[in-house]
Antibody, heavy 117, light 109 residues
Framework: QVHLQESGPGLVKPSETLSLTCTVS????????WSWIRQPPGKGLEWIGY???????KYNPSLTSRVTMSLGSSKNQVSLSLSSVTDADTAVYYC???????????WGQGTLVTVSS | FVLAQPPSVSESPGKTVTISCTRS????????IQWYQRRPGKSPTTVMY?????PSGVPDRFSGSIDSSSNSASLTLSGLRTEDEAEYYC?????????FGGGTKLTVL
């Protein structure tokens, strides 16, 4: 059974870069799609984008200028970087795995990131 | 396009409830629909993919369908249990970009 664990700073200052890592255990990075989804407090789910194990990426058009997804520093990690953050980026961030680009079948527990000075 | 869901539904234990997801802009049948359940304090889980496919471990009390005449998808839960109380989100895609519905809070009372 695959297990996904998001990690990273819980507090980021406005205008700085949010960096998160998703560590995968019980499975491999390939041949899957790795999506990042977030949920601001009291709001619905928002798709940030996905990273395919080949290195291909697709990002939400509303975030594409600020988002980068890639392999992490370890072979079982994927990473998310979101630059120039504002209060609107405060959310629980989830990583999720999918066999196809259009859905995810396994989700991490999520990590709350607060943007505040 | 937009996926519209009712903000909330409620039903009694043992009953059947249907949550709708209506697409505006394009045909609901153009792209697969997924459904995710998010229980309070928990991360989302996938309860339906590709319209009517249940992931392993999801009970057959959950079923999904598409109605082209109303341009909507539905998630039906039968034999409701208290543990079904959660937020349910439909999701589809436009090209490679995911689109989520606003979510429906299901109360089992």
């Amino acid at each position: 059974q695959v297990h996904l664990q998001e990690s990273g700073p819980g507090l980021v200052k406005p205008s700085e870069t949010l960096s998160l890592t998703c560590t995968v255990s019980g499975g491999s990075i390939s041949p899957y799609y790795w999506s990042w989804i977030r949920q601001p407090p009291g709001k619905g789910l928002e798709w940030i984008g996905y990273f395919y194990f080949t290195g291909n990426t697709k990002y939400n058009p509303s975030l594409t200028s600020r988002v980068t997804m890639s392999l992490g520093s370890s072979k079982n990690q994927v990473s998310l970087s979101l630059s120039s953050v504002t209060d609107a980026d405060t959310a629980v961030y989830y990583c999720a795995r999918g066999f196809q680009f259009y859905y995810s079948d396994s989700w991490g527990q999520g990590t709350l990131v607060t943007v505040s000075s | 396009f937009v996926l519209a869901q009712p903000p909330s539904v409620s039903e009694s234990p043992g009953k059947t409830v249907t949550i709708s997801c209506t697409r505006s802009g394009g045909s609901i049948a153009n792209n697969y629909i997924q459904w995710y359940q998010r229980r309070p304090g928990k991360s989302p889980t996938t309860v339906m993919y590709e319209g009517n496919q249940r992931p392993s471990g999801v009970p057959d009390r959950f079923s999904g369908s598409i109605d082209s005449s109303s341009n909507s998808a539905s998630l039906t839960l039968s034999g409701l249990r208290t543990e079904d109380e959660a937020e349910y989100y439909c999701q589809s895609y436009d090209g490679y970009n995911w689109v989520f519905g606003g979510g429906t809070k299901l109360t089992v009372l």
